[in-house]
């Protein structure tokens, strides 16, 4: 009867300490763990629902006869969105090709070019002067490659 109340104590005490592990608490109570959880689960909540209202907003604000593009000026360079419903072949590099042409490194990449096409890159000035760079002019410029790019693709231009 005692091995068994214990083998149950110490299963509960080793799920306490890996959900004190996961949400990277500190709190020793086992009612601190579950309120530490708790945030921890809300927080994350929020980052879904972060992440869930942009791919939507992206998705609704996405036309497919105008690919969209989005500059934000960061302190170190830009953060930069290239969406189109339909994918081109080709568009990727054309996008890169524009980044090089206007001395952006690009530091980091998410892109999907399944059915659609999606970039979210930041660049930052390959130059000193980044401040002299202006964030509507690389949004034209990648802009009209874009669109360049896909009216040279659509089979009846």
């Known amino acids: ?3 068994k109340e214990y083998k149950r104590d110490s299963s509960l005490r080793e799920k306490f300490q890996l959900l004190r592990s996961i949400t990277n ?3 020793e109570g086992e009612t601190s763990i579950i309120e530490d959880a708790s945030k921890y689960i809300k927080k994350l909540k929020h980052k879904v629902d972060k992440i ?3 791919t939507t907003s992206e998705e609704y604000f996405c036309d497919p006869t105008d ?3 989005t500059v934000e000026t960061l302190e170190k360079g830009f953060m930069i969105k290239v969406m189109s419903s339909k994918n081109e072949p080709g568009m990727l590099v054309c996008v890169l090709e524009v980044f090089e042409d206007l001395g952006l490194e690009v530091v980091e990449a998410r892109v999907s070019c399944t059915d659609s096409f ?3 890159a930041i ?3 390959n130059n000193d002067d980044c401040e002299s760079m202006d964030g509507e002019a690389v949004k034209q410029a990648v802009a009209v490659a874009v669109s360049t790019w896909s009216d040279s693709q659509d089979p009846k231009g």
Request: glycine fraction near 6%.
């Open 1 to 3: 009867m005692v091995s």
């Open 25 to 27: 608490s500190h709190a």
């Open 52 to 54: 869930n209202n942009e």
């Open 67 to 69: 690919p969209m593009v």
């Open 118 to 120: 999606s970039l979210h």
């Open 123 to 125: 660049g930052i000035s």
